[in-house]
């Protein structure tokens, strides 16, 4: 999910959220918390889960529902050491999005571009080594700016929490647009596994508005892996230049 240049330099690629991302969305910087426990759910390693998610490749593909619909297909290949941007080292996956659009706004055609305007369609995607954190990319102009990544518990169970790596969003321009915080908190699902959500909520820098939350559910398996359930993205109309306040979904 991304914006293209026609729209707005805020309408700009991010993973994990609506800036991941919104790949943000998928929300998948390092984050550390607090955890209690529950004797009726399983106790699981998020961090050996989540790591494994990211550098062996993982897909979040499906039904776009809501202001937007129709379908997608994101892939993220596994990561291969190298440098950003900046020269830092790197975790480095190459991502790949094919979206299919009904009756689309222009909104939509914005967000839902198909990584328009990337060499070949593929956007690259940069992780912290010692965290396996979305990580500043070092563009110039800069897009996303994190801080504060630390790495996921090895424990967690039910009401396990943490807050995020914070960032500053500049959009490739020369001001930073938006500021927010990733979070994430386990909650019940199965016997077996548990539900792992993640929140991106950003907020205008000019205004102190909210800008949009993008909350994403996984499932953490029994055996420590990962499998990404849905997302729902909540955009208001201060963020939406014209669209007004709008939710799409995605099944995936």
């Known amino acids: ?27 998948l910087a390092a984050c550390g918390g607090g955890d209690s426990s529950s004797s009726a759910s399983p106790t699981l390693n ?8 990211v550098t ?3 897909s979040q593909s499906g039904e776009i529902s809501g202001y937007c619909k129709g379908s997608k297909i994101q892939e993220f290949s596994p990561t291969v050491s190298g440098e950003s941007l900046a020269g830092l080292p790197a975790l480095i996956a190459s991502e790949t999005e094919k979206d299919t ?3 689309p706004t222009p909104f939509c055609n914005a967000f839902y571009n198909s990584n328009a305007g990337q060499p070949g369609g593929i ?10 954190g979305l990580m500043t990319d070092g563009s110039n102009p800069p897009n996303y700016v994190y801080s504060d990544l630390v790495s996921f518990p ?26 927010g915080a990733l979070t994430w908190s386990i909650e019940a699902d199965t016997p077996n596994t548990l539900t792992w959500i993640t929140v991106d909520t950003a907020t ?6 909210l800008a949009y939350t993008s909350t994403t559910r996984y499932r953490l398996n029994a055996d420590n892996t990962v499998t990404a359930l849905d997302k729902v993205i909540d955009a208001k109309a ?3 230049q014209g669209a007004g306040d709008l939710v799409i979904n995605e099944k995936y």
């Open 101 to 103: 659009l009904v009756n």
């Open 154 to 179: 090895t424990s967690v169970t039910v009401g396990s929490k943490g807050t995020a790596s914070t960032y500053i969003n500049y959009f490739g321009g020369p001001k930073p647009v938006t500021k």
């Open 123 to 132: 956007e690259k995607i940069y992780w912290d080594p010692a965290t396996v």
């Open 1 to 27: 999910m991304k914006f293209n240049s026609d729209t707005s330099k805020m309408f700009q690629k991010a993973p994990y959220t609506i800036g991941l991302s919104l790949l943000a969305t998928m929300v």
């Open 238 to 240: 201060a963020f939406t």
């Open 204 to 209: 205008l820098i000019a205004s102190n508005e």
């Open 46 to 53: 998020l961090n050996s889960a989540q790591k494994t998610y």
């Open 56 to 58: 062996g490749g993982f």
